[in-house]
């Protein structure tokens, strides 16, 4: 797929990945979303993302992983992270993963402050 900007969400809700995903789609980006953590990390052996949401919700361990995973490609240097989270982030991640999340953003959230966001970062 070449259409637009290529996004990864990670979203623990299952009726938000039915959602968000398509909807970005419509927006022109091509977007890869999926509740599972072995899904995402899977998908990014094989697909450069420009940009990546997560819902913090998913456990700090796989927010680092899915981090980490990004931090050592050279050609992924340039990738940012949006973090959906309820609440104040329960957890911290080392300064070098943290430093990768452009925005955090508080849930519940609409479509069009979805779509800001991204338009702004993935530009």
């Not at 996004?7 to 398509?22: A, F, Q, S, T, Y």
């Not at 104040?88 to 999340?101: C, T």
């Not at 849930?107 to 993935?122: F, H, M, Q, R, S």
């Amino acid at each position: 797929m070449s259409r637009g900007k290529h996004l990864l969400i990670l979203e623990r809700n299952m009726d938000l990945v039915k959602i968000v995903g398509p909807f970005l789609n419509t927006q022109n980006y091509s977007t890869f979303a999926t509740s599972n953590i072995e899904s995402a990390l899977k998908k990014m052996d094989n697909q450069r993302y420009d940009l990546l949401i997560i819902d913090s919700s998913i456990g700090q361990r796989q927010v680092s992983d899915l981090l980490k995973r990004i931090m050592p490609m050279g050609s992924l240097n340039r990738t940012t992270a949006i973090l959906m989270t309820t609440n104040d982030l329960s957890f911290e991640l080392p300064e070098e993963q943290a430093n990768r999340i452009t925005k955090v953003l508080l849930k519940p959230y609409d479509l069009p402050t979805i779509l800001g966001n991204v338009n702004e970062l993935a530009a």
